[in-house]
């Protein structure tokens, strides 16, 4: 814990110490009006008042594919994420986890609506938003998005409120095995509060990283890298499981995990395709973007495995693809397919290395390796598209691409992950320890060793 504690300091001093925020190009509606042709005829009559911008109107392709992208992303969480974290726990603690996504995914939903949109689209600070759409307030099934003017408003809180769940139930793999469910349920409402509305309010809503011209298509920082670091403080504050080291702890069914996985495959295309915000060409392009840089990462992390230790798993090529669907995330709508392919080459062998070596290095019982997959393959993803979103490489140029330079954006990416870590390591830290004093995060050794199945739910995966 020690060591984790000093990175975040380091972290914090890096971001403090390093080069002043580079200035911004202008946003695309305000470069594309100084494109303008400024010259004009010596004899022009007065000139004519501007024409109005054309109001906003619904548009029932966006619309139906924001909703079916919102389905999509509820079932990568439920039951994707939920039978893929449960067939990696052993036998006597599947429901458990189960009940955590499953009762994680319902109470975040309902924050959301109460609070989170708000704080997250209502304002314009640097770290929260406002509270001006508190309990969705102002908010009519005929209101327009402001963020995306095609689609109703309830249609953009509802896409969005996936995304904060499924970040918070990633951390489940952890600590799972060993905490008391009262404690995921205090934590969850703290860190949803204190990192991943901040979070996702500095990359999206308009506050300090989204200023510095972070890009996060999807949620490389907001999503992964968040989840990740909260996950590895969580494997350090909650211990170690009995057995850790000494004993096998293996997944009690390989079937579920990939059906599990194949769950996630599928709803990422909502996560990231949904990202574009309308049925267009850049929800195309991070459509193929996610399936060839999954695919490239399941073949390297196998490939990687065989050379390492002889054999190709299915659980490595599970590993390999959500190593690879997590890296693309922040890229999909920046990068071109090749840059996506070699994206997820690298992420398939950088994160098994996250899985094995360095966790051993960070000594944490990390339970089903959130931070090796989705921490390691997050910051991979960040950083990398700050290259592959360059037009040389096939990329788009991100939001600026009149002024796109590589070495530029890649700091502007580096900067952001500093953010994010830190952010996230304090804050989960913090909800952590609050969760510990007003109800204990860990089970007794009894309860562990019986399983949390019986212990704290009252009822078995299977018939014995």
Not at 3 to 14: M, Y
Not at 221 to 227: E, P, S
Not at 354 to 379: E, N, S, T, Y
Request: charged fraction near 10%.
């Amino acid at each position: 814990m020690k060591k984790f504690v000093l990175s975040l300091l380091l972290g914090l001093g890096a971001l403090a110490l390093g080069p002043a925020a580079l200035a911004q190009a202008p946003a695309p509606a305000e470069a594309a009006s100084m494109a303008a042709p400024a010259a004009m005829p010596a004899a022009a009559p007065a000139e004519a008042p501007p024409a109005a911008a054309p109001a906003p109107t619904l548009n029932s392709g966006d619309t139906a594919w924001m909703l079916t992208s919102t389905l999509l992303v509820i079932l990568m969480t439920i039951p994707g994420l939920a039978l893929f974290y449960g067939g990696l726990a052993r036998s006597k603690n599947m429901l458990s986890v189960l009940v955590q996504v499953f009762v994680i995914f319902s109470l975040i939903t309902v924050l959301w609506a109460l609070y989170g949109y708000s704080l997250t689209f209502g304002g314009e600070g640097q770290f929260y938003g406002g509270f001006d759409k508190l309990f969705l307030k102002g908010i009519a099934p005929d209101t327009l998005s402001g963020m995306l003017p095609t689609i109703p408003e309830y249609v953009f809180v509802a896409f969005q409120a996936t995304f904060a769940a499924i970040t918070v139930a990633l951390i489940v793999g952890s600590f799972a095995e060993r905490i008391r469910f009262a404690a995921v349920l205090v934590f969850a409402v703290l860190w949803f509060t204190l990192s991943y509305i901040p979070m996702a309010h500095m990359v999206w809503g308009g506050g300090l990283l989204a200023k510095d011209g972070a890009l996060d298509f999807a949620g490389g920082t907001v999503v992964h890298i968040n989840a990740g670091v909260a996950g590895l403080v969580g494997a350090y504050m909650v211990g170690r499981r009995i057995g850790f080291g000494k004993e096998s702890l293996t997944p009690h069914s390989l079937t579920l995990t990939m059906v599990g996985a194949s769950l996630l495959w599928v709803g990422w295309f909502g996560f990231n395709a949904g990202s574009a915000g309308a049925a267009n060409g850049a929800a195309g392009l991070a459509f193929i973007n996610t399936t060839l840089a999954t695919a490239a990462a399941t073949l390297s992390w196998l490939a990687g495995e065989a050379l390492h230790k002889g054999k190709a798993s299915m659980l490595g090529a599970a590993s390999g693809a959500v190593a690879g669907l997590v890296a693309v995330t922040p890229a999909a709508g920046f990068v071109g397919p090749m840059g996506a392919i070699v994206l997820g080459l690298v992420a398939g062998v950088v994160c098994l290395w996250g899985v094995g070596g360095l966790k051993r290095m960070l000594g944490a019982d990390d339970a089903f390796d959130v931070f090796g997959v989705h921490g390691v393959g997050g910051i991979i993803g960040a950083i990398l598209t700050g290259v592959f979103a360059a037009q040389g490489l096939g990329g788009t140029g991100g939001l600026t691409p009149d002024t796109f330079a590589m070495g530029a954006q890649v700091w502007v990416q580096c900067k952001s992950v500093l953010v994010t870590l830190v952010w996230s390591g304090v804050a989960a830290f913090i909800s952590y320890k609050i969760a510990d004093l007003l109800v204990g995060l860990r089970v007794t050794e009894e309860a562990e060793r019986e399983g949390l199945d019986i212990t704290s739910h009252g009822e078995t995966a299977y018939s014995r």
